[in-house]
Antibody, heavy 122, light 110 residues
Framework: EVQLVESGGGLVQPGGSLRLTCAAS????????MHWVRQVPGKGPVWVSR????????DYADSVKGRFTISRDNAKNTLYLQMNSLRVEDTAVYFC???????????????WGQGTLVTVSS | QSVLTQPPSVSAAPGQKVTISCSGS????????VSWYQQLPGTAPKLVIY???KRPSGIPDRFSGSKSGTSATLGITGLQTGDEADYYC???????????FGGGTKLTVL
């Protein structure tokens, strides 16, 4: 069974940093692109970042570019999101998501973690 | 303001059919595959349609998807109370180089 388990969320002051972790199991992690998606409760999901299967290519939403860094450790089956210079507007639940094996476009998410809440507030 | 436009809410009686629209542009829906997600309160989104009209394993055939031009539609027939949820469309936007989602549609089964 595919499982994605996020951790690392919490309360942080504006300008601070957090590192989110997504532990993957139940599939060959090294074969899949992985994404981070965030969602403010009551609002729609917002894409944050993606990384290719071997970690050599990354993309970011304009709103986080230069502040967030996505990475992965295929030996540990783990995805990361390093978040620096956090802003109040970064407050959201952060999900890691795996691209579906049958998705032609590469941007459909067949599996999601349970999410971890990041709150940026003074 | 979301890149993809969905109606805020739809409703229908149990057993009836409902459709949810998702409107975009040539840089997203018009030239990329659309996915649909169901989200129950307090849970992560769940994929119900991918590649415009395909159902993942375990999704009943009451759920269907279609795409025409720069719009996509999710259809649900034989509505059940368990279908009450928020539904989101998503796709790649070639101009933004980003995945984009709709603002969501709350389905109420009266």
């Amino acid at each position: 069974e595919v499982q994605l388990v996020e951790s690392g969320g919490g309360l942080v002051q504006p300008g601070g940093s957090l590192r989110l972790t997504c532990a993957a199991s139940g599939f060959t992690f090294s074969l899949y692109w992985m994404h981070w998606v965030r969602q403010v409760p009551g609002k729609g999901p917002v894409w944050v970042s993606r990384i290719n299967s071997d970690g050599s290519s990354t993309d970011y939403a304009d709103s986080v570019k230069g502040r967030f860094t996505i990475s992965r450790d295929n030996a540990k089956n783990t995805l990361y999101l390093q978040m620096n210079s956090l802003r109040v507007e970064d407050t959201a639940v952060y999900f890691c998501a795996r691209v579906g094996s049958r998705c032609s476009g590469g941007t459909c998410y067949s599996h999601w973690g349970q999410g971890t809440l990041v709150t940026v507030s003074s | 303001q979301s890149v993809l436009t969905q109606p805020p809410s739809v409703s229908a009686a149990p057993g009836q059919k409902v459709t949810i629209s998702c409107s975009g542009s040539s840089s997203n829906i018009g030239n990329n595959y659309v996915s649909w997600y169901q989200q129950l309160p307090g849970t992560a989104p769940k994929l119900v349609i991918y590649d415009n009209n395909k159902r993942p394993s375990g999704i009943p055939d009451r759920f269907s998807g279609s795409k025409s031009g720069t719009s996509a539609t999710l259809g649900i027939t034989g509505l059940q109370t368990g279908d009450e949820a928020d539904y989101y469309c998503g796709t790649w936007d070639s101009s933004l180089s980003a995945v984009v989602f709709g603002g969501g549609t709350k389905l109420t089964v009266l």
